[in-house]
């Protein structure tokens, strides 16, 4: 196990290495820039170059590229060219926004998936299995904007009731920062239960044909100890695969969820820092989810061993 471990620790390298360059050039192939940007809206006068200058932009690209990875490699992810405070700051500060709802979007999509999936799987082909797919199916197709901007009209319609508009942390209000982020944490969880309730119904399908599944019915087990003790352990296998995979998803793909309830994470920051050409932003959100996705897998990989004992890491 720990000579495996290591090996993957050896790829994390060469993969942000990887991930690092193909942000650093796409982003400086987008339309405008942010010297140009900075002149016209933030009043910036003098000479175009010499800003170009004090930003570093006026050197060649490798260059550009080398001496951000050798500052990252310090833990340095530079300083924003908006805000003027350094990234990692920035980052630490909008993490704990982005990780909450993430938590609470996969507590909602698991509260919800798993169950449907298991009854959905014992009970197959009924009425309930049926209501179950169908709804997964509408998970799947319904953009969670589209939904999120629906609940936020028709409540406002009907009940003349907006969520609050300005984020409370949590240290300070549980209550009310627990009313900001519940709703698009139970929208972000729907979508999410979808594809988690099918791959659910699906392992946990093929584990009741297994042939020690049929011994322990015809040793007299209760249904609810045949599932819980010999089909869970083995069917969770692929599903904790999802659930990682949508977790490290969560982190960045909330961006449009927390536009549209105005949350201060990172999601949100990283749309900004889009629109401003803010360079080491973005640079600095996508290595840091990049890492955090590289970490889970590996940690999901380890939970194998625990999950199934057959399994070995040579």
């Not at 014992?122 to 999120?148: C, E, H, K, N």
């Not at 508009?165 to 944490?185: E, F, G, W």
């Not at 900004?272 to 996705?293: E, M």
Request: no cysteine; net charge positive.
């Amino acid at each position: 196990m720990s000579r495996y471990v290591l090996r993957r620790l050896m790829l994390l390298l060469p993969t942000l290495a990887l991930v690092t360059l193909l942000v650093f050039s796409i982003i400086r192939l987008l339309p405008g820039d942010i010297v140009t940007l900075m002149m016209s809206e933030q009043g910036y006068a003098g000479d175009k170059a010499k800003l170009e200058q004090m930003l570093g932009l006026d050197q060649p690209f490798y260059r550009q590229y080398v001496t951000y990875i050798g500052k990252a490699l310090r833990g340095d992810l530079g300083v924003s060219l908006w805000t003027k405070e350094p990234v990692l700051d920035e980052i630490l500060r909008r993490l704990p926004v982005s990780l909450e709802l993430a938590v609470l979007a996969m507590f909602f999509g698991l509260l919800i998936a798993v169950p449907a999936g298991i009854f959905a799987a014992v009970r197959q082909d009924t009425w309930l299995d049926y209501l179950f797919r169908t709804s997964a199916i509408g998970g799947l197709s319904v953009p969670g904007f589209w939904m999120a901007t629906i609940v936020i009209v028709s409540a406002s319609i009907w009940w003349q009731w907006v969520p609050p508009m300005r984020y409370t942390p949590l240290a300070r209000d549980p209550v009310r920062n627990l009313s900001q982020l519940l709703l698009p944490a139970i929208i972000l969880g729907f979508a999410l239960s979808a594809s988690v309730m099918r791959m659910t119904r699906s392992m946990v399908l093929e584990v009741l044909r297994e042939d020690y599944i049929r011994t322990a019915w015809a040793k007299g087990l209760s249904e609810s100890v045949v599932i819980a003790r010999h089909v869970l352990k083995n069917a969770m296998i692929p599903v904790v695969t999802v659930m990682g995979l949508q977790l490290s998803a969560l982190l960045g793909g909330t961006v449009i969820m927390e536009s549209i309830f105005v949350l201060p994470g990172m999601g949100k920051f990283l749309l900004d820092a889009i629109t401003w050409r803010d360079y080491p932003v973005i640079q600095g959100i996508n290595l840091f989810l990049a890492t955090s996705v590289i970490v889970l897998n590996l940690v999901i990989d380890v939970v194998y061993g625990f999950l199934d004992p057959r399994i070995r890491f040579g």
